[in-house]
């Protein structure tokens, strides 16, 4: 019982908090309709489960594995995310009209799909937060512990 309400708060600490991957699916959804948010949505939600399921299958050897190259992580993350936000402000720059709408075709969706995947993996909070996890350095699991 204790594995499944560590599972639960987990997994509300990384849903409910407002951060910038669900400003960016809203953003995907007013733009362009319900059906590229929610596969924007499905992305970071396919995420989340990527890194929920090394936490359940690796646990404490992901642990050691993430402490030891954490500051380098948090480096090519930030960096990534640096290289995302440069190539928005150039491709906004260089149109001299409002963005490309996609056209909803299956490839549009799936590329957004992979977009919100990517981006949630390399965002440094999640990284943070299931590290957090894994390690019981969450303050809600050092609760019940």
Not at 44 to 62: C, E, N, Q, R, T
Not at 108 to 129: K, M, W
């Amino acid at each position: 019982m204790d594995a499944f309400l560590t599972g639960v708060l987990a997994g509300y600490g990384i849903a409910i908090p407002v951060g910038a991957i669900a400003i960016l699916i809203v953003e995907v959804g007013i733009r362009r309709g319900f059906w590229p948010a929610f596969l924007a949505g499905a992305g970071a939600a396919s995420a989340d489960f990527l890194y929920s399921g090394l936490a359940v299958i690796g646990g404490a050897a992901l642990a050691t594995a993430i402490g030891t190259v954490s500051a380098q992580l948090r480096v090519i993350s930030g960096l990534t995310l640096i290289v995302i936000a440069l190539i928005g402000l150039w491709r906004v720059r260089r149109l001299a009209t409002p963005a490309r709408v996609d056209d909803g075709s299956r490839t549009d969706l799936l590329r957004t799909y992979a977009r919100f995947l990517g981006l949630t993996i390399i965002n440094p909070a999640t990284i943070v937060y299931f590290a957090a996890v894994i390690t019981d350095k969450h303050p809600f699991i050092a609760f019940l512990h």
